[in-house]
């Protein structure tokens, strides 16, 4: 027993002495008054910043100063300038002895400008001169780089070695060639026009006649396919690459206008409404719908997402034929019996009535908003003055016994009118508008059936014709030349019955809804994006 414990002892005292030379030593006083706080490296030093700000930028009183100044050059010390001289004149000579077999390399350093009577192309001087290119050498730059070349080069400065390579296997770009033909120099290409007020027109291209560049899209409403068997409306909005479709189901739907997905961004649905004809009012902030069937209209305002119900005055009993004229301000309706109700834009108060002596099918506000057109089953066109709300002409229309479209170009410079036999007359407006029995500009009988469409493009280069009466009824006419599109529908193409035409604010899509729930879109082209 007596060797069992002396053992333990001893084993016990092993594992003491191990574990306090294992124990670490406190290197620090644990105990101390006040936080540690590292030292802040990067502090704010307002002195530091102002210096080298004026290292860097130069004084802020010399900015006035040049200012004030009619030169706009930039002012450097006359030391530098000397040295910066000295050192271009040398690497020219420099240059021009060791690149006398490249031609290319002896260009770009060349300082001296050979003025002769043979209009050579001369170089242009240096918008900008920074003094280290000429004190940045390649031996320096090889230095700092790390590096070596293969074989020695004749320049001495970094930037000459660098434009050299680059003109050796790149060769020199076309928008880096700033010559210019002085037969090609336009009197107007002066100061003025590079001022911010004083902007170039873009040249316009005329449309070329006889065919046209068009291309098939994705409909606009195949997202949804919802708005009922028979699309009524179709309209862009006039600031924005957004498009409408309304159709019988009362349902309206707003949709996004890229060609490719067009997809949806809010719909909503009237019900027991079915639309005849919805617009965009107010500057596309609002939009209108009327109905055949309900002595009432609906509003939708897109700024806060409400809708309103308003009722028509009195006698009036659908809104199934109306137009909203182009300043925003009169809402004109096809009434029962010959009249034309003249409505307030804003609260849908009955503002004046005009009385026909036919029953009116259609209407068209001039691009002024100061003369309204109307048309009906009578062969007589009515121009009314809408300040004094008289009638100031009856101009007859050619050939026409019952006229079902009407439409006049943005420009104001043509009227055309649609018959039920298919006959589309192009008149001038000053001969409408003075004349009483006007002469037609052309005569376009390339439809069979009731002209029920017409609309011009907003650059009134093109006046498209549709027939809801029959398929692929549908006809695009080139109005400089008076000449139809003959590439345009093919004998591929499914329109079917066409019930409503516009096309984009820049002319660059063509909508045309039909009887089998779609809106179809086309891409023109010749002209822009939208």
Same mark, same amino acid.
């Given at each position: ?139 320096? !730059?090889?230095? !700092? ?51 911010? &007020?004083?902007?170039? !027109? ?16 994705? !409909? ?120 034309? *109700? ?39 066109? *009515? ?7 008289? &009638? ?10 019952? &006229? ?22 192009? *008149? ?103």
């Amino acid at each position: 027993m007596d060797e069992q414990t002396e053992r333990k002892k001893v084993k016990h005292n092993r594992n003491t002495n191990e574990y306090k030379a294992k124990k670490p030593k406190v290197l620090y006083n644990r105990k101390f008054r006040k936080p540690l706080r590292k030292k802040r490296k990067n502090e704010y030093d307002p002195d530091e910043e102002a210096r080298l700000e004026k290292i860097v930028f130069g004084d802020t009183s010399d900015i006035v100063h040049n200012l004030l100044n009619d030169k706009s050059e930039t002012k450097i010390n006359d030391e530098s300038v000397d040295v910066i001289e000295e050192i271009v004149d040398k690497n020219d000579e420099k240059d021009k002895e060791d690149s006398k077999d490249s031609e290319d390399e002896s260009d770009h350093d060349t300082s001296i400008l050979s003025s002769s009577d043979d209009s050579k192309s001369k170089k242009k001087k240096a918008a900008w001169i920074d003094e280290d290119d000429y004190n940045y050498t390649v031996d320096s !730059a090889l230095i !700092a780089q790390n590096r070596t070349l293969p074989c020695e080069r004749p320049e001495k400065l970094y930037t000459t070695y660098l434009e050299n390579r680059y003109k050796l296997f790149v060769g020199t770009p076309k928008w880096a060639k700033l010559e210019k033909n002085e037969a090609d120099v336009d009197d107007l290409d002066s100061d003025i026009l590079k001022h911010s &007020c004083h902007l170039e !027109a873009p040249k316009v291209k005329n449309l070329p006649k006889n065919i046209i560049d068009i291309k098939a899209l994705k !409909a606009l409403n195949k997202s949804t396919h919802t708005e009922g068997p028979i699309i009524t409306s179709v309209e862009f909005h006039p600031s924005s690459t957004v498009a409408l479709v309304a159709g019988s189901s009362g349902i309206l739907s707003l949709f996004q206008v890229d060609g490719h997905t067009n997809d949806k961004l809010h719909s909503m649905q009237f019900k027991k409404y079915p639309i005849s004809k919805a617009t965009f009012m107010k500057e596309g902030t609002e939009i209108l719908l009327g109905s055949q069937y309900y002595p009432y209209c609906h509003t939708y305002d897109l700024m806060n997402g409400k809708t309103y119900k308003l009722p028509l005055p009195n006698n009036i009993t659908n809104m199934k034929h109306y137009e909203v004229s182009p300043d925003g301000k009169l809402i004109a309706l096809c009434g029962r019996f010959g009249e034309i *109700y003249l409505l307030h834009s804003s609260t849908k108060e009955l503002v004046s009535i005009l009385k026909m002596n036919s029953k009116c099918r259609v209407l068209a506000f001039t691009p002024d908003s100061k003369m309204l057109i109307t048309h009906g089953d009578g062969s007589e066109m *009515y121009i009314w003055d809408l300040n004094t709300r008289t &009638c100031v002409n009856r101009a007859v229309d050619d050939g026409c016994l019952s &006229c079902t479209s009407l439409a006049m170009s943005p420009s104001g410079q043509f009227i055309a009118t649609g018959s039920a036999q298919g006959v589309v007359n192009l *008149y001038d407006t000053k001969s409408v508008l003075k004349d009483q029995s006007p002469m037609p500009l052309k005569i376009v009988m390339n439809l069979v059936t009731s002209v029920t469409n017409l609309k011009f493009n907003p650059t009134s280069e093109i006046l498209s014709a549709a027939s809801v009466d029959k398929h692929n009824a549908f006809k695009m006419l080139h109005l400089p030349s008076f000449t139809v599109f003959s590439n345009f529908p093919t004998l591929q193409t499914i329109i079917g019955l066409p019930q409503t035409i516009d096309f984009s604010p820049g002319s660059g899509y063509l909508s045309i809804s039909n009887r089998t729930g779609s809106a179809l879109l086309y891409r023109l082209r010749h002209y822009g994006n939208y």
